[in-house]
């Protein structure tokens, strides 16, 4: 397992990533979390389908709600056989009440809290604050990571364009 630092920022200031950072091209790992009934789900069970994983710090903040809402509302214009996984290290029960508020019905939301398995399967978990960094991934339908963004502050937003781009193309 690997830290490393310079990859991402909170406010302008320096953050480490804990885990196994993950390629283009390269397998991308299974993991193990929690919807928001409590059942453990993993990244095998979409094998077959395009997945979008949209990694977030926390939905209750300004920009991860941003960037759910916006994952959601774009699932819409997507085919059947691309999966929104939106993975975070709320609680599930917390994201369960932010998704009734936020009406996002559209994509699957996913606890880490309880192993970090993306955050460490990934390269992905904030060594200082036990988050995930903002991240969006595609994985083909081999399961094969096709795209990684990193958003270098973590208050920003990603390229959604680029990233609904790349799971276009692994159709």
Avoid at 60 to 71: A, E, K, V, Y
Avoid at 120 to 129: D, H, N, R, S
Wanted: glycine letters at 8%; proline letters at 5%.
């Amino acid at each position: 397992m690997a830290d490393r630092t310079g990859v991402i920022t909170m406010g302008g200031n320096p953050l480490t990533l804990t885990g196994n950072p993950v390629q283009v091209g390269r397998a991308a790992p299974d993991f193990t979390a929690l919807d928001t009934n409590l059942a453990p789900r993993t990244l095998s069970e979409f094998k077959g389908k395009v997945v979008i994983l949209s990694v977030v710090p926390s939905l209750d903040t300004p920009t991860c709600d941003l960037q759910t809402r916006r994952f959601n509302a774009e699932a819409a214009g997507l085919s059947a056989d691309v999966a929104i996984l939106t993975v975070s290290m709320d609680l599930p029960f917390a994201q369960k009440r932010w998704c009734g508020a936020a009406g996002v019905e559209q994509l699957t939301t996913l606890s880490d809290h309880r192993e970090a398995s993306v955050g460490l399967g990934y390269g992905l978990l904030i060594k200082e604050l036990r988050l995930l960094a903002r991240a969006v991934l595609v994985i083909d339908r081999k399961g094969v990571v096709v795209y990684e963004q990193i958003v270098p502050e973590v208050a920003d937003e990603p390229d959604y364009a680029a990233a609904l781009a790349a799971a276009k193309a692994a159709l």
